[in-house]
Nanobody, 123 residues
Framework: AQVVESGGGLVQPGGSLRLSCVASGFSFEDHSMGWFRQAPGKKREGVSFISPKNNVNYYSDSVKGRFTISKNNANNTAWLQMNSLKPEDTAVYYC?????????????????WGQGTQVTVSS
């Protein structure tokens, strides 16, 4: 079982990126999905999360109004649409999946983690 992220890259401030996370080997529709990020020298932080049935979303205050999380249970994929990007959004972004109805930034909820994808916001 695994999750694999893609879609990171270099973008100018104010730009957009869409991260994807493809899951395999577990029952995607029974898992909450989430995105964490870790900037150099900082602790990993929770960014955005979505419950298994797409009815509960969570966003950290730092990304609320700019990022949108979504998932499609038919194709085992979750996305993080990131708009109005700022230099402080620069980090490695990790996708995570957990067999829980709770959608939130508590790392212990999540069993499966991706390798991470680098997002760099710079002019």
């Amino acid at each position: 079982a695994q999750v694999v992220e893609s879609g990171g890259g270099l973008v100018q401030p104010g730009g957009s990126l869409r991260l994807s996370c493809v899951a395999s080997g577990f029952s995607f529709e029974d898992h909450s999905m989430g995105w964490f990020r870790q900037a150099p020298g900082k602790k990993r932080e929770g960014v955005s999360f979505i419950s298994p049935k797409n009815n509960v979303n969570y966003y950290s205050d730092s990304v609320k109004g700019r990022f949108t999380i979504s998932k499609n249970n038919a194709n085992n994929t979750a996305w993080l649409q990131m708009n109005s990007l700022k230099p402080e959004d620069t980090a490695v972004y990790y996708c995570a999946a957990g067999p829980t109805l709770v959608a939130g930034p508590w790392e212990g909820l999540y069993d499966y983690w991706g390798q991470g994808t680098q997002v760099t916001v710079s002019s």
